[in-house]
């Protein structure tokens, strides 16, 4: 299996535009995973999917944040308009069923920069 | 607010020697505990889990718990500098899925 498969790696963009960050969660995975890394916060989850369907997106910072799972290898996780507070890693990970003492596999993450 | 706690560090550990790492918990009903390894630039990945009191050996790594004194601890023995990583600790209540992460410690092995 290949793996959680973000793209892109890198992304660079001016404050104001729109950035959208892609994920394909492991092949049978039931739960999908977006999550935000920076030096001050650390790991936050922004939002988690169970079979394509939002479950809690608590963490989402703010109505510019939105995120999508229109099929079972799929989801994006947009920031319109995208401000210079939002540049970290963004990491989409999965997992089999998604309870408590289940093991996260996380994708190689996107890193985002906002000037 | 359910929070875990570790010590940013950097630790440094001389290679060959044991690396302690311990992190602290809150919430009394967390029932699943994880220390997920990160290398700079990289994302990150589980090394231990561990659900019961003691200790859980796996190679060269051990995690212990007490729930009693919540804490968790990782312990590595004959650390080698490919060791040399963030290590991040994650709580959960199996009700409630989400983990709760800590901060992580930065570990350097020195040769």
């Known amino acids: 299996d290949a793996g959680v498969i973000q793209s892109p790696r890198h992304e660079v963009t001016e404050m104001g535009q729109e950035v959208t960050l892609r994920c394909k969660p492991i092949s049978g995975h039931d739960y999908l995973f977006w999550y935000r890394q920076t030096m001050m916060r650390g790991l936050e989850l922004l939002i988690y999917f169970n079979n394509n369907v939002p479950i809690d997106d608590s963490g989402m910072p703010e109505d510019r944040f939105s995120a999508k799972m229109p099929n079972a290898s799929f989801s994006t996780l947009k920031i319109q308009p995208s401000e210079p507070r939002d540049s970290a890693v963004y990491f989409c990970?999965?997992?089999?069923?998604?309870?408590?003492?289940?093991?996260?596999?996380f994708g190689s993450g996107t890193q985002l920069s906002v000037l | 607010q359910k929070e875990v706690e570790q010590n940013s560090g950097p630790l440094s550990v001389p290679e060959g020697a044991i690396a302690s790492l311990n992190c602290t918990y809150s919430d009394r009903g967390s029932q699943s505990f994880f220390w997920y390894r990160q290398y700079s630039g990289k994302s990150p990945e589980l090394i231990m889990s561990i659900y019961s009191n003691g200790d859980k050996e796996d190679g060269r790594f051990t995690a212990q718990l007490n729930k009693a004194s919540q804490y968790v601890s990782l312990l590595i023995r004959d650390s080698q500098p490919s060791d040399s990583a963030t290590y991040l600790c994650?709580?959960?209540?199996?009700?409630?899925?989400?983990?709760?992460w800590g901060a992580g410690t930065k570990l350097i092995i020195k040769p």
């Open positions: 990970a999965s997992s089999k069923t998604g309870t408590g003492s289940e093991k996260l596999f």
């Open positions: 994650a709580v959960s209540m199996d009700s409630n899925y989400q983990l709760i």
